[in-house]
């Protein structure tokens, strides 16, 4: 695995001192979907905004890279519920002005092998429930009572959302309301609320297949973050056409349009407080940012254990609430390049999700007490197939992109080194990784064999070095019940002019976040201003 020149698909605008406006309305830390989202948002109420991404190029975990002639996502190989005019949808056409395009994948979009085992994740809700009863037919009726959670979960989860922009004495007004109109399972665990519906554990592993998107098996994760993800996909994944680089590359012109801007290579060191307000933000060239209103979607554990002083972070309190809520797992990730076309390959527009057996909660503790227990699941997917547009930009080749969790403990003692230049014994211990990862795409498409052109191995260290989440975090904060239930985790902070947005304060995934920036532009201008907004967003 040589390292190769890297040539970037870099977008936003390079930073420089003199090439800020003199005065803006909010800044904004961060460029993934949230920062973006609620840019995008406060950009359309005339507000101008300043959005600052400490890596080369804007998007976050939406991001893409180019190699040797290949391009991959590092953070993005499906999205749902785009198919249709839903809200969803309705807000990625508004942020991006309909340029994003969306390309539907199989119908069959998810497959998992478990064990000896394979059962498919089939696109329509009818379609999704006809296809489990098909593979489990003495389950008919677990199958249906598992739809209808789905169903009343989903009719809550809006009001989850609202409950975020509350002001603190509406949401006690609203409680006794919003605990008797919520269900009951929400919060609690997903195995315990789907073995209440059934014994077969190969139905729940199914069921429980997509576990991965948000990294928690089904003992730990709450059901809400499940009936969440499940009812995402549930009319099948779709990919963003041209690479998941797109997403924010169709965004940024909505933040320049009234004057903001979209700044790479601009670290933020500090937020400055005092007595009690946001006056600003410290960058890494020593220049302060002068402004009353801060946004911080870096993630919660950046904002209060980095960005703010600790002796704020104490006062506030955030210091004790950060025991809640624990960073989630970290991941490798492999990047794959071949010299023939998916068509020619035989590379499917699904996912491929690979479990040992199906006790996936079994399969995670194991291999996070023993680095040689087998991976508790190997995620393959095929980005170039996905992609309608990828042979025009790249001709004649395919990209595989493959997913492995890996805690951030195994790479501990590299930390602080500088990617690229870790040294023999890390290139050791990735090649001994590789080796290990690939048998599992070699068993499943084994006309791959001797036709990798191009490979390399990212590891939570790299997530550290372009996302900046300290233990390389998957998905920012693991989706417990516990953290479900953190009332602090909303857009409005208890320090003056400091608001959050991002995945950890509503959930994971690229819609989670794009969802959060509607929830921080709401909370920012209140619901009565935003209406009129939404109403011409949503109809
Ligand atoms: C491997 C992987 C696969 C995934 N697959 C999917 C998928 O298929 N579908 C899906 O919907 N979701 C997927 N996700 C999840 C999804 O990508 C994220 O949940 C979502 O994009 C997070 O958006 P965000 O805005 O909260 O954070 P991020 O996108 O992480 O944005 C935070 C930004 O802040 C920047 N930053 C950090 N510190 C500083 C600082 N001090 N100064 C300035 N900038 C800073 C970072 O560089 C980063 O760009 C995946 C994630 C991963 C990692």
Same mark, same amino acid.
């Given at each position: 695995?040589?390292?190769?020149?890297?040539?970037?698909?870099?977008?936003?605008?390079?930073?420089?001192?003199?090439?800020?406006?003199?005065?803006?309305?909010?800044?904004?830390?961060?460029?993934?979907?949230?920062?973006?989202?609620?840019?995008?948002?406060?950009?359309?109420?005339?507000?101008?905004?300043?959005?600052?991404?400490?890596?080369?190029?804007?998007?976050?975990?939406?991001?893409?890279?180019?190699?040797?002639?290949?391009?991959?996502?590092?953070?993005?190989?499906?999205?749902?519920? &785009? #198919?249709? +005019?839903?809200?969803?949808?309705? %807000?990625?056409?508004? *942020?991006?002005?309909?340029?994003?395009?969306? /390309? $539907?994948?199989?119908?069959?979009?998810?497959?998992?092998?478990?064990?000896?085992?394979?059962?498919?994740?089939?696109?329509?809700?009818?379609?999704?429930?006809?296809?489990?009863?098909?593979?489990?037919?003495?389950?008919?009726?677990?199958?249906?009572?598992?739809?209808?959670?789905?169903?009343? &979960? #989903?009719? +809550?989860?809006?009001?989850?959302? %609202?409950?975020?922009? *509350?002001?603190?004495?509406?949401?006690?007004? /609203? $409680?006794?309301?919003?605990?008797?109109?919520?269900?009951?399972?929400?919060?609690?665990?997903?195995?315990?609320?789907?073995?209440?519906?059934?014994?077969?554990?190969?139905?729940?592993?199914?069921?429980?297949?997509?576990?991965?998107?948000?990294?928690?098996?089904?003992?730990?994760?709450?059901? &809400?973050?499940? +009936?969440?993800?499940?009812?995402?996909?549930?009319?099948?994944?779709?990919?963003?056409?041209?690479?998941?680089?797109?997403?924010?590359?169709?965004?940024?012109?909505?933040?320049?349009?009234?004057?903001?801007?979209?700044?790479?290579?601009?670290?933020?060191?500090?937020?400055?407080?005092?007595?009690?307000?946001?006056?600003?933000?410290?960058?890494?060239?020593?220049?302060?940012?002068?402004?009353?209103?801060?946004?911080?979607?870096?993630?919660?554990?950046?904002?209060?254990?980095?960005?703010?002083?600790?002796?704020?972070?104490?006062?506030?309190?955030?210091?004790?609430?950060?025991?809640?809520?624990?960073?989630?797992?970290?991941?490798?990730?492999?990047?794959?390049?071949?010299?023939?076309?998916?068509?020619?390959?035989?590379?499917?527009?699904?996912?491929?999700?690979?479990?040992?057996?199906?006790?996936?909660?079994?399969?995670?503790?194991?291999?996070?007490?023993?680095?040689?227990?087998?991976?508790?699941?190997?995620?393959?997917?095929?980005?170039?197939?996905?992609?309608?547009?990828?042979?025009?930009?790249?001709?004649?080749?395919?990209?595989?992109?493959?997913?492995?969790?890996?805690?951030?403990?195994?790479?501990?003692?590299?930390?602080?080194?500088?990617?690229?230049?870790?040294?023999?014994?890390?290139?050791?211990?990735?090649?001994?990784?590789?080796?290990?990862?690939?048998?599992?795409?070699?068993?499943?498409?084994?006309?791959?064999?001797?036709?990798?052109?191009?490979?390399?191995?990212?590891?939570?260290?790299?997530?550290?070095?372009?996302?900046?989440?300290?233990?390389?975090?998957?998905?920012?904060?693991?989706?417990?019940?516990?953290?479900?239930?953190?009332?602090?985790?909303?857009?409005?902070?208890?320090?003056?002019?400091?608001?959050?947005?991002?995945?950890?304060?509503?959930?994971?995934?690229?819609?989670?976040?794009?969802?959060?920036?509607?929830?921080?532009?709401?909370?920012?201008?209140?619901?009565?201003?935003?209406?009129?907004?939404?109403?011409?967003?949503?109809?």
């Amino acid at each position: 695995m040589p390292l190769m020149k890297a040539s970037t698909l870099r977008i936003g605008r390079r930073y420089r001192s003199n090439r800020l406006a003199e005065k803006y309305d909010a800044v904004i830390i961060g460029s993934g979907m949230g920062g973006l989202t609620t840019a995008a948002l406060l950009s359309a109420l005339d507000w101008k905004v300043c959005v600052l991404e400490q890596h080369y190029t804007a998007g976050g975990y939406t991001h893409s890279y180019e190699r040797n002639g290949y391009e991959w996502d590092v953070g993005v190989h499906y999205i749902g519920d &785009v #198919g249709a +005019a839903t809200r969803t949808r309705k %807000m990625f056409d508004f *942020l991006t002005n309909s340029r994003l395009k969306w /390309a $539907a994948m199989d119908d069959e979009y998810d497959r998992f092998y478990i064990g000896d085992k394979v059962f498919n994740a089939r696109a329509g809700k009818q379609e999704f429930r006809d296809n489990l009863v098909q593979q489990f037919p003495d389950e008919i009726a677990a199958i249906d009572l598992y739809m209808q959670l789905l169903a009343q &979960v #989903g009719g +809550a989860l809006s009001m989850l959302g %609202m409950e975020r922009v *509350l002001k603190p004495w509406q949401r006690s007004l /609203a $409680a006794p309301f919003l605990k008797w109109k919520m269900p009951k399972v929400m919060l609690r665990n997903t195995y315990a609320v789907l073995r209440e519906l059934t014994a077969n554990q190969d139905l729940i592993a199914t069921i429980c297949g997509q576990w991965g998107d948000m990294g928690l098996p089904p003992k730990q994760s709450a059901f &809400v973050v499940h +009936a969440m993800i499940a009812r995402h996909y549930l009319y099948g994944g779709y990919y963003p056409v041209g690479g998941s680089w797109k997403i924010a590359e169709a965004i940024i012109p909505a933040v320049n349009k009234t004057g903001g801007d979209v700044f790479t290579y601009a670290r933020v060191d500090q937020i400055l407080v005092e007595e009690g307000r946001v006056v600003g933000v410290r960058m890494s060239d020593g220049h302060r940012i002068g402004c009353d209103c801060v946004i911080s979607s870096v993630g919660v554990n950046n904002t209060f254990n980095s960005l703010i002083e600790d002796r704020v972070s104490q006062r506030y309190g955030y210091a004790a609430k950060m025991k809640h809520v624990r960073p989630s797992l970290g991941h490798l990730g492999v990047y794959i390049g071949l010299q023939e076309t998916a068509e020619d390959l035989g590379l499917p527009k699904t996912n491929f999700w690979i479990y040992p057996h199906n006790d996936f909660d079994a399969a995670v503790n194991e291999f996070l007490k023993d680095d040689s227990a087998e991976f508790p699941v190997v995620y393959i997917s095929f980005p170039s197939a996905k992609d309608p547009d990828y042979l025009n930009r790249h001709p004649g080749t395919a990209t595989i992109e493959i997913v492995v969790p890996a805690p951030y403990a195994w790479f501990e003692k590299w930390q602080g080194s500088t990617w690229g230049k870790r040294g023999d014994d890390y290139a050791a211990f990735k090649q001994k990784l590789m080796d290990r990862i690939m048998p599992h795409l070699f068993e499943k498409l084994p006309q791959l064999k001797g036709k990798i052109d191009y490979s390399e191995l990212s590891t939570p260290l790299s997530t550290q070095w372009f996302s900046g989440y300290q233990r390389g975090e998957l998905y920012g904060l693991d989706h417990t019940t516990e953290r479900l239930q953190q009332d602090w985790l909303t857009p409005k902070t208890k320090i003056g002019g400091l608001w959050l947005t991002g995945q950890d304060i509503l959930t994971c995934g690229v819609t989670g976040a794009m969802m959060s920036g509607v929830l921080t532009a709401t909370a920012l201008v209140g619901m009565r201003n935003i209406s009129p907004l939404m109403k011409k967003i949503f109809g």
